[in-house]
């Protein structure tokens, strides 16, 4: 219960932030997909995929989840109050849930932000088909503000992440020997990370390199 509360602090502490930022810059609402940025506003977490998962944030009414039905049962962990949006297995039902959304948040005719590197074509069609003469923005100042200030849920987080790469790093260091391929390390490295109690969703996959290939930053095992 503990927890509960501490995490339902966190979230509402964002959002009066997310409130302020979005009236300083005179935006209405603020729309994120799947990705880092969402998990930050809910603390749940869905992967970028052909299916759209969407967030509505306006000030003063609830969050909306656009999602399929399937992932619903994933918001029942999430403790402030919540409008989900569910959508069956058919594509034929987005411009519905996508339309409800707008409507829950009175997205028409609204200044709307996004985050441009992260936004898809396939979102913002839909949200331009659902929401008449709203006017979509790039967001990326306030989200950088935002989340470039780290509270201290994140900072935990950090070092917590700190200890599993390094527990990880020295129990994989004794698989490195001549013989071995670059793919057979990155498989120790990825289960150690898993193992010392990292998300099995990497931010990238680890990067191992030898020889030449240890030249290129971004190598490819």
Same mark, same amino acid.
């Given at each position: 219960?503990?927890?509960?509360?501490?995490?339902?602090?966190?979230?509402?502490?964002?959002?009066?932030?997310?409130?302020?930022?979005? *009236?300083?810059?005179?935006?209405? +609402?603020?729309?994120?997909?799947? =990705? !880092?940025?969402?998990?930050?506003?809910?603390?749940?977490?869905?992967?970028?995929?052909?299916? !759209?998962?969407? /967030?509505?944030?306006?000030?003063?009414?609830?969050?909306?989840?656009?999602?399929?039905?399937?992932?619903?049962?994933?918001?029942?962990?999430?403790?402030?109050?919540?409008?989900?949006? /569910?959508?069956?297995?058919? !594509? =034929?039902?987005?411009?519905?849930? #996508?339309? *409800?959304?707008?409507? +829950?948040?009175?997205?028409?005719?609204?200044?709307?932000?996004?985050? !441009?590197?992260?936004?898809?074509?396939?979102?913002?069609?839909?949200?331009?088909?659902?929401?008449?003469?709203?006017? #979509?923005?790039?967001?990326?100042?306030?989200?950088?503000?935002?989340?470039?200030?780290?509270?201290?849920?994140?900072?935990?987080?950090?070092?917590?992440?700190?200890?599993?790469?390094? *527990?990880?790093?020295?129990?994989?260091?004794?698989?490195?020997?001549?013989?071995?391929?670059?793919?057979?390390?990155?498989?120790?490295?990825?289960?150690?990370?898993?193992?010392?109690?990292?998300?099995?969703?990497?931010? #990238?996959?680890?990067?191992?390199? +030898? =020889?030449?290939?240890?030249?290129?930053?971004?190598?490819?095992?």
């Amino acid at each position: 219960m503990e927890l509960k509360e501490e995490f339902s602090t966190i979230l509402r502490e964002r959002h009066a932030r997310l409130a302020d930022e979005l *009236q300083r810059a005179r935006l209405d +609402a603020l729309v994120l997909n799947a =990705g !880092p940025s969402l998990t930050y506003f809910t603390g749940l977490d869905f992967h970028l995929s052909e299916r !759209p998962v969407v /967030g509505i944030f306006r000030p003063h009414l609830p969050a909306v989840l656009i999602l399929p039905d399937f992932e619903i049962g994933k918001t029942h962990v999430y403790p402030l109050e919540l409008q989900t949006i /569910g959508y069956g297995e058919n !594509p =034929g039902g987005w411009p519905a849930a #996508f339309k *409800q959304g707008a409507l +829950a948040t009175r997205l028409i005719s609204a200044r709307v932000g996004l985050e !441009p590197t992260r936004f898809r074509f396939l979102e913002l069609r839909l949200l331009e088909d659902a929401a008449h003469d709203a006017g #979509f923005v790039s967001a990326e100042g306030i989200i950088s503000r935002l989340r470039m200030v780290k509270d201290a849920a994140e900072l935990e987080d950090m070092h917590r992440a700190v200890q599993i790469a390094q *527990q990880a790093l020295t129990a994989t260091l004794p698989e490195i020997r001549i013989g071995r391929s670059e793919k057979e390390i990155t498989a120790a490295l990825t289960l150690n990370l898993i193992r010392f109690g990292s998300s099995p969703e990497l931010p #990238f996959n680890p990067i191992v390199a +030898a =020889g030449p290939n240890s030249a290129n930053p971004h190598a490819v095992p």
